[in-house]
């Protein structure tokens, strides 16, 4: 069962007389202010600035003079020949003697060309030298320098055999220096190859051959 509300405390009793008395206290507020205080703008405040002046001053172009060339040098005087001079110049006879027989000019030296064959890299059959490399070692003349420096290593020779097994030429691929380069290059075209074949028939091949040089 719901109390009672007491009637002093209830406050919805008394909330309509008390909005109505309020919203006539604010008309009247609202109506003396409209009255009483008409204007509401603000007061404009100035701040008073000293105006600075500024002279703006043509800036004329400078013009650069280049400095004049040097005079030029004067002309070493030269002596000039005088007459005693001349009389001992003695002049050749110029005069063309035309029954004496000149010699024909000799022909021109025929340049030899020296005619580069074109060598297989790569063959049914590639060359290889008579007896192995042992064949090529044996012919190997250790350089002096060599030993006495101390100097081993291995080195790689391209070799452009024709098609009877004759060593044309001989290059270094990679050498070790101290003149065992050129000992491998001597032992290699002193050495007889057996000839590459393609399809059976002998050609012209290069072919690579490792030359080791050990001290014992």
């Known amino acids: 069962m719901a109390l009672p509300k007491n009637p002093k405390v209830d406050i919805k009793r008394k909330w309509q007389k008390i909005f109505e008395i309020s919203l ?13 205080f008409p204007n509401f703008q603000p007061k404009k405040m100035g701040v008073e600035v ?36 001349l009389d001992d110049v003695e002049i050749d006879d110029t005069e063309l003697d035309v029954e004496e027989e000149v010699a024909a000019p000799p022909p021109p030296q ?63 691929i990679k050498g070790i220096g101290a003149g065992c380069d050129e000992a491998a290059i001597a032992a290699v075209m002193k050495t007889k190859f057996k000839p590459g074949k393609q399809r059976g028939k002998p050609v012209r091949v290069q072919v690579s051959i490792p030359i080791l040089f050990k001290l014992n």
């Open 24 to 36: 006539a206290v604010a008309l009247l507020l609202l109506i003396v202010a409209f009255k009483y």
């Open 50 to 85: 000293v105006q600075e002046l500024v002279n703006v001053e043509d800036i004329v172009n400078t013009e650069q003079k280049t400095a004049p060339p040097p005079p030029p040098k004067p002309p070493i005087p030269i002596e000039s020949p005088t007459d005693e001079d």
């Open 110 to 172: 025929e340049e030899e060309e020296e005619v580069q064959l074109d060598f297989f890299m790569a063959v049914e059959e590639m060359p290889a030298p008579i007896g192995g490399i042992a064949a090529i070692q044996k012919r190997i003349i250790y350089p002096e320098i060599a030993k006495r420096a101390g100097v081993q290593g291995r080195v790689y020779i391209k070799a452009f055999v024709d098609e009877t097994g004759t060593v044309k030429k001989a290059e270094v």
